[in-house]
């Protein structure tokens, strides 16, 4: 063919070597290869056109040799995206967003892509801006983890950015629930919620309080919704002093906890509540450290139960009873459902009740 013989003729020639501390180029690879720019190019970028195996074995010991780097930005460019996968989450420290680029890194390994996370620390404006900054990177796939807020202004903002994105070859991925019209993973956090209701109900709790979370984030809101809903169903009704809102983090169940104690309505008198439910499990955990240092013991003096099954939860004392969602599960998902050209029903993850030593049952 006419590339082979063109290679052929070229690696008669001498070598050629980039000057003495000079970057090495995709050109003095295919020199130093003795073989033509396309197929030097072919051979390191992974294009599905077929290259000879020899030529391709010089090329990749030239660029070893010449310390060869490739110009991302440029591959980007011609190939209108790059070979990365971008995770947007709310806060990288949270085990449930940790979980979950777990999942993400397992699935872009098998395809030989790379991921970045970024964290919007819950802030719609930071979220707009991390997209708009992720479209000139001109990434794969964006994942977007971050718990969307149900009076975001931003909202019609970041659709038309992602749909600018997606018009010039990228692949747009939710994870949770879908309010801005792309491929979802969903998570049932309504349905989760009411099956831990029922399956406190059937344990004998009848007074419960809620650690509600951020009445403005969907997640926090279809939990809190879904538990209310299976309360409804068994006729027990929650008290709105006991229902406590903060931050949907570990801080925010700590000092949830500390309220409704402050409250009285923790460990005896007439206003005590026999079980709490956090809407996470980093809450749930806040809240058992209150619990202790107020003189209760979880568990006994009052039931906690959380939301997500992270895996610390297993480790704590007592184990915590939660909603299982299989998080690493999640971010598997998502990416492969970016990655297939196939539009169809989109994945639902199921959730499981976990009972623990958080819950051992009313007497």
Known sequence: MPENIDDEQRSAAAPSEPATGAPATLESVARAAGVSLATASRSLNGSNRTVNESYRARVLEAAARLNYSPNTSAQAVARGSTMTVALVVADVADPYFSSIAAGVVAAARDDGLIVTMTATDG??????????????????????????????????????ELEDYERSGGRVVLISRNELGFRTVYIDNVAGGQAL???????????????????????????????????????????????????????????????????????????????????????????????????????????????????????????????????????????????????????????????????????
Do not use: C
């Open 197 to 363: 209701a029922g399956r406190l109900i059937s344990l004998g709790y009848r007074s419960f309080a809620v650690l509600a979370g951020d009445h403005e984030l969907h997640t926090a809101d279809d939990r809190y919704r879904g538990f209310e809903r299976g309360l409804a169903l068994a006729g027990v009704r929650i008290d709105e002093s006991h229902v406590v809102r903060g931050a949907f983090t570990r801080d925010g169940g700590y000092d949830g906890m500390r309220a409704l104690l402050a409250k009285g309505v923790a460990g005896v008198g007439a206003a005590r509540i026999d079980a709490v439910f956090a809407v996470n499990d980093v809450m749930a955990v806040g809240a058992l450290t209150a619990l202790r240092e107020a003189g209760l013991v979880p568990g006994r003096d009052i039931a906690v139960a959380g939301f997500d099954d992270i895996p610390t939860v297993q480790d704590t004392w007592p184990t915590l009873t939660t909603v299982r969602v299989p998080l690493v599960e999640v971010g598997l998902t998502a990416l492969r459902l970016a990655l297939t050209d196939v539009v169809g029903d989109e994945p639902a993850i199921g959730v499981e009740v976990m009972v623990r030593d958080s819950t051992p049952g009313a007497e």
């Open 123 to 160: 802030d719609p404006e930071r979220e707009l801006q991390i997209v708009r900054t992720l479209r000139g990177q001109r990434p794969k796939v964006i994942i977007l983890a971050s718990s969307r807020r149900t009076n975001a202004q931003t909202a019609p903002l970041l659709q038309r």
